[in-house]
DNA sequence: CATGAATGAGTCTTCATTCAT
DNA sequence: AATGAATGAAGACTCATTCAT
């Protein structure tokens, strides 16, 4: 019965995993201890260490599988959307809603790592090839734009990406950290007025 | 002579902070010790406590004095400065000469600072009310012009503001993260040309 | 059919104290864990203690039936030989082969039980029970040498016969740490010389 | 004052080995606990590490400055001894009272040492080293007699040397380990009067 | 004031052993 | 009988903080 196995272990990964981000997004990775994640999923510290070689493994781990899809996740979601102009709409809002409704832990997630990211090089690896994965994706939208006339030729595809990603992310830490006066919604529409006039054929 | 000897231990003071400051941009606050910020100056573990009466009080004492005053900097920087547009072109070209030249450790540290927002209250209030200040001051200057007419008077210089603010972190976060990719020059013309057309009255 | 089974049974267990003197031999028992063992013979964990009860007792019977043979062992293999010289001998003679040739593994296995023998009590006297059984078979032999009036009626059998053992055991601790300089076949010419001329009559 | 604190240090340390040395006689390496080497020396597992960097250093450090030194002893002890045979014999005294007397722990860190030996290769390779040690300096002593013709010419230097380091460690362990039937005074009689009629010119 | 040795609580990780399937 | 997942106690090592000198 390897089937059943198969899925019990995956599990019990998930479970795992998603303890550890619990613990992780409440005193940050660096304070969590191993007895936390492992109590926080009912399980003992040394079941903890079958599925995953040491505590940074589990970092690593949620870094990959929950923070580093961003760009699959972009891409995935704006495919069957008509033209380049409803793809980075659709790509704020999905931004917005996932901070909001879906995935509110993972903005939290990406202040872990940042925090991470000053002593751990693979850390930092992740986000940084996250940002390009992302900066890729929109950079060849925006030129889809400008190919087709939708957008003015002068614009610079990349440089207006690596932007939109800054911001995002900036905007991630401080709504993960409750800044007060940021307001998702307000913001999304100055950053797409602002856009919108900056990539107009006049 | 009280005016020599507190001269000296401010000295002293403004050592520690400067060497605990590099030993943070190394290796983050949690991994960097006690003993590594004693020895790289040349003091024994001892004497720092007499001027800090525990690692995060100097972590807490660099936010305040680095980087908590940002927003009285901005102010200052700018004040002789003409009209509202002309104050905000300064503030972002502020901001690049800051990452570039004149601080480029202020980058990392607000890097370390994100990093222990998560585990330290005190620390992330820090960042917020930073966050506070230079938002404050960017809509008032914002506000000023809506007043006197240069901007359009459909602008929400509240968003706005965080906008800019947000933006700035997130590019400073990459820019200390040494993300491939970022340039910061042409990062600032886009975003002076995109908060232009957003600003200007039609 | 519970004879099949018997020897099945029997099988598997020596199966198990091969894999166990295996990796005895390479780490050390200490450092060995149950998994290296269940894993080099094709077992589980579990399965190892259906034949016994503890790590220490697989160490313990590996002892009593790898290592406590040897006066046995030495008895069988020169029952058949002529005087008391001959059995000497025969005995140093098999001494080296089995270093050499038959049991290279014996001599590392002494190794790790001298190293358990701090440790672990029950080990210890295993050694020593080996020591008294081929000094006692030892010390026969020279007896009936010197009542025969083929050795000198002076030497003293139970001493020579322990020394003979000590000297036995640290040419093989040496041998099995793969000390260089260590010459067998010289240093049998050698020691067979210096106990005839010790027991020759004069 | 840096001549009372260095005296003080080094005090510590000697401190420290003795702990380690009475604890590891006691229950071996592997057993022993930083712990339990901290409470016998009445000092905390923190200030250990001050000292020693890590366990296994200890371990280390013991062999090299107790058991490693032996060459140097024999050598230093026999040096003002007249002919060879004089040396052999004042070396063979040595060891014996340095079993009973002298060192009587030393002979126990020796099975402590031979029980490292398989699973830690820098203490076998201290053993190897003592072992060469005393080989070149009792065979430097053998072949001095040959060529003044005090020995008969067949002996083999190295070959006599090593037998005799095998059986000094042979009879060492045993005698750590409490074997009844190990008589030193008797043992010593013997093997000297072996080693004589061997190396006697006829 | 400064020193730096000492403390000891706290962390990650391992592994012999058990037991539900 | 066999499996191997789970247990949890134990151990080496670190480091912020204190305090005698």
New interface residues.
Partial sequence: MPKVTEKHKEQRRQAILNAAEQVF?G??Y??ATVDDIACRCGLSVGALYRYFISKSDIMLTLMDERLGRTPDLLERLTSGVGGPWAQITRCVDIFVLALRVRHPTTG?LL??A??????DRVV?DG??RR??GV?DYLSAVIERGIKSGDFQPNA?P???A??L???????T??WA???????LQ??RA??M???Q??LSVQ
Wanted: hydrophobic share 50%; charged share 20%.
């Fill in positions: 997004l005193k940050g660096q304070l939290r202040l872990v940042w925090g991470e990211s000053l002593q930092r986000l940084l940002f390009s900066v610079d990349r440089v207006l690596s932007l990603m800054c911001l995002a992310d900036g905007v830490l401080y950290a409750n800044a007060s006066g940021i307001e307000r913001i100055t950053v007025s602002m856009v006039s900056y």
